[in-house]
């Protein structure tokens, strides 16, 4: 059982910057592919960013490549998402998504992850 816990969110103008935080329990963390995904209001949720266990790979969306960067201290069992250039179309609630694996790599799937965080706000203003 894995519970996690964001940090971070917030209103910010557009063009500003906004640092995630995701504290991660037990002391399997680093079996833990990470994810951040978002879910606008009104639409489907979404991923943002993903990292592998061991934090070597990582997977962004299109619509963040460049803007976002995922990054993760498995000493610390927590997992960030620093946001650089944040626009309005970035607004939603974010979410931190833990996915046991085997495989040295980052997962994209929602369907892969089994463990998700409550949710942090993340409004960006014009």
């Given at each position: 059982?894995?519970?996690?816990?964001?940090?971070?969110?917030?209103?910010?103008?557009?063009?500003?910057?906004?640092?995630?935080?995701?504290?991660?329990?037990?002391?399997?963390?680093?079996?833990?592919?990470?994810?951040?995904?978002?879910?606008?209001?009104?639409?489907?949720?979404?991923?943002?960013?993903?990292?592998?266990?061991?934090?070597?790979?990582?997977?962004?969306?299109?619509s963040v490549k460049g803007r976002f960067t995922i990054s993760r201290d498995n000493a610390k069992n927590t997992v960030y998402l620093q946001m650089n250039?944040?626009?309005?179309?970035?607004?939603?609630?974010?979410?931190?998504?833990?996915?046991?694996?085997?495989?040295?790599?980052?997962?994209?799937?929602?369907?892969?992850?089994?463990?998700?965080?409550?949710?942090?706000?993340?409004?960006?203003?014009?």
């Open positions: 059982q894995v519970q996690l816990v964001e940090s971070g969110g917030g209103l910010v103008q557009a063009g500003g910057s906004l640092r995630l935080s995701c504290a991660a329990s037990g002391r399997t963390f680093s079996s833990y592919a990470m994810g951040w995904f978002r879910q606008a209001l009104g639409k489907e949720r979404e991923i943002v960013a993903s990292i592998s266990r061991n934090g070597g790979s990582t997977y962004y969306a299109d250039s944040l626009q309005p179309q970035d607004t939603a609630v974010y979410y931190c998504a833990a996915g046991g694996t085997v495989w040295p790599r980052p997962l994209t799937r929602r369907y892969e992850y089994e463990y998700w965080g409550q949710g942090t706000q993340v409004t960006v203003s014009s």
